[in-house]
């Protein structure tokens, strides 16, 4: 075997997979899978297959995801800069797809760090509803935050909070929310080493009560007839089917819903949770789990859970449970009372105005900042030299910088919020500076010049060098009565990759530094 696997966690896994533990102990000597999903915001399952550059192979779980080889390194083509595709572990995504997310609902992505699940969403809701997306990691939302850009997600706001406050800006207000809870990653050992080997320190008893929080908080947020998954990558059952039994327990009003058959889901093992409670292994003191939610109904319910087994499909360990409120949906505020549309337009905040919160700029001595005004007068202006029209949506101020936000941005006071919506720049030296967030949710019809580089002659690549090209005035696409000089949305293949400024036969790069190809 290649992985070296805790003998206490081997113990234990033999004592609850009784005969199919020889088959589960020999998966560790597979090869682990690789997998992408289509980023349908940018381009439909069947149009990529007819382009893609590797062989697919449909994941069982995953209408948009494919199992691909992974020595061909997906992460090294211009598709992969272009957003076409999420590089994701097979297993991983299955938690969104039972999610069931329908364009137009307000969805909570609670730890999602670096991103996966949340683009996954984001694809799901096609531009139409809110996607929350939250790590309580400052430094895990850096990648959160650049997915979201590179996936060209325009609907989501990028917080760094605790779920608990979040909870007090948004009560009552998600109609769908994932939970892919930390846990002891017993699931993950064939793909991370290292997390076999932090396992006994990463503790299953430290893990269960962070869960507990996080799901108590979770209900707080979901609106009547609204939906939680909660998800994990382990095999422990204090962790998974206790989780879910206390929860049942605690919250009447919710429900287990079966996952859909012949995706791949092995059902929940409850059985495991007499064993915990026979053997008196249940969970800790502090997790609050009391004896019956192990022997009750509530635990004979667990059987509605699933999980993706490393010994029976091709991808990684995950549990998979679906909470449903039984309340009767009603529609929820999307504002807060009181807040009128002319109250939230950019430069006429009430916020803005009265005080400045957690989220407004550090004022510096001597340094100038452009005002309200000056910045949507600027944005409205480069909009109108560049884009077909100006994206929906209104535009808010936030740290100087200019964003199209899904939410009114007095929800959002207090809390620490990375990204309150979809970049798209700010203004330098009394000029509006595009983000490349903007050009990476842009399509081609929505610019007024487009450049479509070559993928044969390498063209793309040094674009995403940060190379200047010489182009020749005539291939920069336009209406008849606008000039070429200018910002230009350059592409692929007619997929957007970033920023360029064409000016008398060159381009010059505005791709960013920090995501050239390397």
């Known amino acids: 075997m290649a992985v070296q696997l805790p003998v206490a966690f081997l113990q234990r896994m033999e004592a609850f997979l009784g005969d199919q533990y020889d088959d589960f102990l020999v998966s560790y000597d597979n090869p682990r899978y690789a997998g992408i999903r289509v980023n349908t915001l940018k381009i439909g399952v069947r149009e990529f297959r007819e382009i893609s550059p590797f062989e697919l192979r449909p ?14 390194r997906p992460g090294k083509h211009p598709y992969y800069h272009a957003g076409l595709y999420y590089i994701q572990e097979p297993s991983a995504m299955a938690p969104a797809e039972v999610l069931d997310i329908r364009p137009g609902d307000r969805v909570l992505d609670l730890c999602a ?48 909070e605790t779920p608990e406050r979040i909870a007090r800006a948004f009560p009552g207000y998600f109609n769908k929310i994932l939970i892919d809870a930390p846990c002891s990653g017993e699931g993950m050992f064939r793909k991370d080493e290292d997390m076999a080997r932090q396992w006994e320190r990463h503790s299953i008893a430290k893990c269960t009560v962070m869960q507990r929080d996080i799901l108590r908080t979770a209900a707080s947020l979901l609106a009547p007839g609204g939906r939680i998954v909660y998800s994990t990558c382990t095999f422990a059952p204090e962790e998974n089917e206790a989780q879910i039994a206390a929860f049942l327990e605690q919250n009447p009003a919710f429900e287990l819903i079966s996952l859909p ?30 004896p019956s939610a192990l022997e009750g109904p509530e635990a004979d319910a667990t059987s509605r859970c699933g999980r993706l087994w490393p ?4 991808g990684e360990g995950h549990f998979l449970a679906v909470l449903q409120h039984k309340g009767e949906t009603r529609p929820v505020s999307e504002e807060p009372a009181g807040l009128s549309a002319e109250g939230r337009s950019l430069g006429n905040s ?43 949506g209104e535009a808010l101020w936030f740290g100087g910088h200019v964003y199209i936000s899904p939410v009114a941005k007095e929800r959002l006071d207090g809390l620490k919020t990375v990204r309150p919506g979809w970049y798209v720049g700010t203004v330098k030296n009394g000029r509006f500076q595009p983000g490349h967030p903007l050009a990476a949710a842009l399509k081609a019809d929505e610019a007024l010049r487009v450049l479509d580089l070559s993928l044969a002659d390498g063209e793309a690549i040094r674009y995403l060098k940060g190379e200047t090209l010489e182009i020749a005035e005539s291939r920069i696409r336009r209406p008849a009565k606008i000039g070429a000089k200018g910002f230009v949305l350059v592409t692929v293949d007619g997929f957007s990759l970033g920023f360029g400024k064409w000016l008398d036969g060159l381009l010059k790069n505005e791709y960013p530094a920090g995501w050239r190809w390397t």
Not at 139 to 148: D, I, P, S, V
Not at 263 to 281: I, Y
């Open 311 to 314: 010994h029976l499909i091709e």
């Open 261 to 290: 058959e012949g995706r791949g889901f092995s059902p929940g093992r409850p059985d495991w949770l007499a064993m915990l409670a026979e053997k008196a292994q249940a969970l800790p003191e502090e997790a609050s789990v009391s």
């Open 113 to 160: 760090a670096p991103g996966g699940k949340s683009t996954q969403i984001a694809a799901k809701l096609n531009g139409q509803g809110i996607l929350v997306t939250n790590d309580i990691s400052a430094e895990r939302t850096k990648a959160l935050a650049k997915n979201m850009e590179l996936y060209g997600v325009r609907n989501a706001i990028v917080l760094n």
């Open 59 to 72: 994941i069982p779980w995953c209408d948009s995801g494919f199992y691909v080889d992974e020595s061909l």
């Open 350 to 392: 009430p916020v803005s105005r009265q005080r400045r919160g957690r989220n407004e700029p550090v004022r510096h001595p001597g340094k100038k900042a452009p005002n309200e005004r000056e910045l949507a007068d600027s944005w409205r202006a480069f909009a109108s030299e560049h884009l077909a029209a100006i994206p929906d």
